[in-house]
């Protein structure tokens, strides 16, 4: 983000007062016709005192909902898209056809639930919903969507059936949404899919007229979601709630009477059943993933891989996961050669397949975990061992896994604690009292590794962690990881947005009165613009402003208009609202 001070509010270019106030106009228009204007024709009142166009709540939770069923001569065909105006470029639906059924090796009969992830095509525009622009701010960093992916939630059936040629019905539900809230869409899948399965796509379109009426995914509000006579009771986290506690949604008897579900998370899976078969190194694997190591899950079934791979990527929480990861990838995938290439070094990705072939194709990665099939909560499984990358052979080889990588930190047996928040990434922020109104905000000072590696000996965790080892060699490791690169780059972000809420709140302290007493109208006009300009700012990137602030600022502008000629009062009221 560019840092520009108000060098800000001093005078700026000496041209004539008419041609800054007409240039201010026009460079004002387009922010002033995005933020009013009449209501469009097919804009509806949603009963919660604002009007949303059709279809708008249900694309705050979903992009659409697909069928895709099996057809003899086309094999995996998209056969209906929910709503039926709904973008998907032609890959993206090739993409989610393979990635909606299992490997024939898998043998799922019956009902079987899973989760993917491909990316958006490129070339397409792309569409972010304003009501999720909005909400994203307030989620923690590992919520928030990533513009470039979409998630696939998939409900397959398959039964026999002799009425069909093939013996067997065939077909998967899916939910395709930006949101990374697995739990959730799982349990919406299981509410909604043997149904549907029953009664086809009336009974679909009914559902998707539900979603549409449900209120929108608010951060830190408990939510009542109705769907085909079923009421689900579901909390967003926030990025306010305390690390490491979940904020579990309660059933009061009076006013949840009507309530049926009640989930307690919306996005977390169960780490600990995933991690059972390896958990005595689930802190060695906590290291790969932290580092960002390539990793490949292989499972038997495309639930075990993807359950597998959501729950190493949640390890690292509260850090976000940067790099790509696929909680289920096939041999059709559109990214397939790019990720089982020999010619360069395998990419920082989180792999999970249950094909046999990838056996062979992706011999020459680092790091393989090989799971038979999980367990039900409770049953604690025979652990597998750390073995050699050569004695992986093909899928039949033991559950196991593979690597010949050498943990930084003794493994200790109670639970893993986190990463501690670096305190010297806190030391690059400015001091307060250097912040000047009548100055550009001071910028960052530089984040040097070696200088963050001094700090470590005086201040580290193996000062005062149980848990012995090279903590060092992990932090320089880690300092190298996109992990560390991304966490970085969203904490300098904050940081910036701190320094400029910080200059607004030193100049709402100014007597700007006072201060257009001893400059021209020219340097007045510049000063109102910029502060508008400012007041724009907050607004557009969610500044961590207090809401009196903003209306202290409002006040400033205003007075000073009033102290200028009517004609330009007039003028600059045009400009934008105060």
């Known amino acids: 983000m560019a840092l520009r001070g108000p060098a800000g509010l001093g005078p700026g270019s000496r041209r004539p007062l008419d041609e800054a106030v007409a240039g201010a106009v026009e460079r004002e228009a387009p922010a002033l016709l995005a933020a009013g204007g009449a209501p469009e024709d097919d804009e509806e009142d949603d009963g919660r005192g604002r009007g949303l166009l059709r279809w708008d709540g249900f694309s705050a939770w979903l992009h659409c909902v697909c069928v895709v069923g099996f057809d003899l001569e086309l094999g995996q065909?998209?056969?209906?898209?929910?709503?039926?105006?709904?973008?998907?470029?032609?890959k993206e639906k090739t993409n989610i056809c393979y990635l909606s059924f299992p490997d024939s090796n898998s043998g799922c009969l019956g009902d079987t639930q899973f989760c993917f992830r491909f990316r958006q095509s490129s070339g397409r525009r792309v569409s972010l919903h304003c009501l999720l622009d909005q909400f994203d701010k307030d989620l923690p960093v590992y919520l928030k969507k990533d513009p470039a992916y979409f998630y696939g939630y998939v409900y397959f059936r398959q039964v026999r059936d002799k009425t069909l040629k093939r013996g067997y019905f065939q077909k998967s539900l899916v939910l395709i949404s930006k949101l990374p809230y697995?739990?959730?869409?799982?349990?919406?899948?299981?509410?909604?899919?043997?149904?549907?399965?029953?009664?086809?796509?009336?009974?679909?379109?009914?559902?998707?007229?539900?979603?549409?009426?449900?209120?929108?995914?608010?951060?830190?509000?408990?939510?009542?979601?109705?769907i085909m006579g079923v009421v689900m009771k579901v909390r967003i986290p926030t990025c306010h709630d305390k690390p490491g506690t979940t904020q579990i949604v309660q059933l009061t008897q009076q006013a949840d009477t009507n309530i049926s579900v009640i989930l307690p998370t919306v996005h977390e899976v169960d780490i600990f059943r995933c991690f059972c078969p390896v958990f005595l190194h689930s802190q060695m694997l906590w290291e790969l993933v932290l580092l960002g190591e390539p990793l490949v899950v292989m499972a038997p079934s495309p639930s075990e891989s993807s359950e597998t791979v959501l729950a190493l990527v949640n390890c690292i929480s509260p850090l976000k996961y940067f790099s790509d990861f696929r909680p289920y990838f096939t041999i059709h995938d559109s990214e397939f050669k790019e990720y089982t290439t020999r010619t360069q070094a395998p990419p920082s990705v989180i792999l999970g397949v249950t094909n046999p072939f990838f056996a062979k194709t992706l011999q020459h990665w680092p790091h393989i975990i090989r799971i038979g099939d999980l367990k039900p909560t409770g049953e604690i499984p025979k652990q597998v061992k750390v073995k050699k990358l050569k004695n992986l052979k093909t899928l039949d080889s033991k559950p196991g896994v593979y690597t010949s990588y050498k943990p930084y930190l003794n493994?200790?047996?109670?639970?893993?604690?986190?990463?501690?928040?670096?305190?010297?990434?806190?030391?690059?922020?400015?001091?307060?009292?250097?912040?000047?109104?009548?100055?550009?905000?001071?910028?960052?000072?530089?984040?040097?590794?070696?200088?963050?590696?001094?700090?470590?000996?005086?201040?580290?965790?193996?000062?005062?962690?149980?848990?012995?080892?090279?903590?060092?060699?992990?932090?320089?490791?880690?300092?190298?990881?996109?992990?560390?690169?991304?966490?970085?780059?969203?904490?300098?972000?904050?940081?910036?947005?701190?320094?400029?809420?910080?200059?607004?709140?030193?100049?709402?302290?100014?007597?700007?009165?006072?201060?257009?007493?001893?400059?021209?109208e020219v340097e007045t006009v510049d000063l109102v613009l910029k502060l508008k300009n400012k007041l724009l700012q907050a607004d557009r990137e969610h500044l961590p402003v207090k809401p009196d602030t903003m209306e202290k600022l409002r006040t400033h502008i205003d007075a000073i208009i009033l102290a200028l000629p009517e004609d330009l009062q007039g003028i600059l009221l045009k400009t934008g609202m105060t």
Not at 79 to 90: F, G, N
Not at 185 to 211: G, M, R
């Open 411 to 520: 493994r200790d047996e109670e639970i893993i604690k986190q990463l501690q928040k670096e305190r010297y990434v806190a030391s690059l922020m400015p001091l307060q009292k250097s912040i000047s109104p009548w100055k550009s905000p001071p910028q960052l000072r530089q984040f040097l590794p070696e200088e963050f590696m001094k700090t470590l000996e005086k201040t580290g965790p193996q000062l005062t962690s149980r848990i012995k080892g090279d903590w060092i060699g992990l932090y320089r490791h880690f300092l190298k990881s996109p992990n560390f690169d991304g966490w970085f780059k969203t904490r300098r972000k904050e940081m910036i947005q701190k320094l400029e809420a910080l200059h607004l709140e030193a100049l709402c302290e100014e007597d700007l009165l006072l201060w257009i007493q001893k400059h021209t």
């Open 182 to 226: 697995i739990h959730f869409f799982h349990t919406v899948l299981k509410q909604i899919a043997p149904e549907y399965f029953e009664k086809s796509e009336p009974y679909l379109e009914a559902a998707c007229n539900d979603v549409d009426r449900w209120p929108a995914p608010v951060p830190g509000k408990t939510l009542h979601l109705p």
């Open 77 to 90: 065909a998209v056969e209906v898209i929910y709503p039926q105006h709904s973008k998907l470029t032609d």
